[in-house]
């Protein structure tokens, strides 16, 4: 069965430099998520899709920005990168909102930040 | 307040014999869903088992059982028969599911297990 596929899976930036992570949902699906998972931490909730329009806001940085396409991938944009941006980012996606629609995860992009 | 709390940093467990990880939620949702997930060194999130709030029964897949005790607020995980390849972090998260809520899942900080030989 197809999975979520996040691209690129490795990515190394410098200080400052613009970094852009593409999710691709399992067909049909019509909601994304992203999460942030630092070195040793859980991962945290940073904004979501649902039918291309943004549905929740976690604790994303003002340097971040992300949208949702027709085709329903998801891009998150991160700019002015910062050494503390190292992380594992995971991006989820679902059939609808609510009880019982299961998030499935992608395998992650891990950024690191030099 | 922290929703999800997992207060056991480090698990080990001898190869073969079962292991229970605690987790313990904060909701005032009345709906909502509880979720372990494996994480090996690779870093992929793998869904072990759901249990809803509204589910009279303990989850149970395969070798994973959910001990759900609602008026504890507690979802403990038990690995039956632990193998080598259970030596991976385990996290416990909520989702809470009403339709006003958010959909987004909250994570504890996780439980290291190590399974010995």
């Known amino acids: 069965a197809a999975g979520v596929i996040q691209s690129p899976r490795h990515l190394i930036k410098e200080k400052r430099e613009t970094a852009t992570l593409k999710c691709y949902p399992i067909p049909r699906h019509d909601t994304v998520y992203w999460y942030q998972q630092g070195p040793g931490q859980d991962p945290q909730f940073l904004i979501s899709?649902?039918?291309?329009?943004?549905?929740d806001k976690g604790s994303i940085p003002d340097r971040f920005s992300a949208q949702q396409f027709s085709d329903y991938h998801s891009e998150l944009n991160m700019s002015s990168l910062e050494l503390g941006d190292s992380a594992l980012y995971f991006c989820a996606s679902s059939l609808g909102r609510g009880q019982g629609y299961e998030q499935y995860f992608g395998p992650g992009t891990r950024l690191t930040v030099t | 307040a922290q929703k999800i709390t997992q207060t056991q940093p480090g698990m080990f467990v001898q190869e073969k014999e079962a292991v229970t990880l605690d987790c313990t939620y904060d909701?005032?949702?009345?709906?909502?869903?509880l979720f372990w997930y494996k994480q090996p060194s690779s870093g992929e999130m793998i869904f072990l088992i759901y249990q809803g709030s509204y589910d009279q029964q303990n989850a149970t897949e395969g070798r994973y059982s959910l001990n759900f005790q609602k008026a504890r607020k507690s979802a403990n995980l038990v690995i039956s028969a632990s193998q080598l390849g259970d030596s991976a972090m385990y996290f416990c998260a909520m989702r809470e599911e009403s339709l006003w809520a958010g959909n987004q899942f909250y994570f504890g900080t996780g439980t290291s297990l190590t399974v010995i030989p």
């Open positions: 899709f649902y039918e291309k329009m943004q549905s």
């Open positions: 909701t005032s949702d009345p709906s909502y869903g």
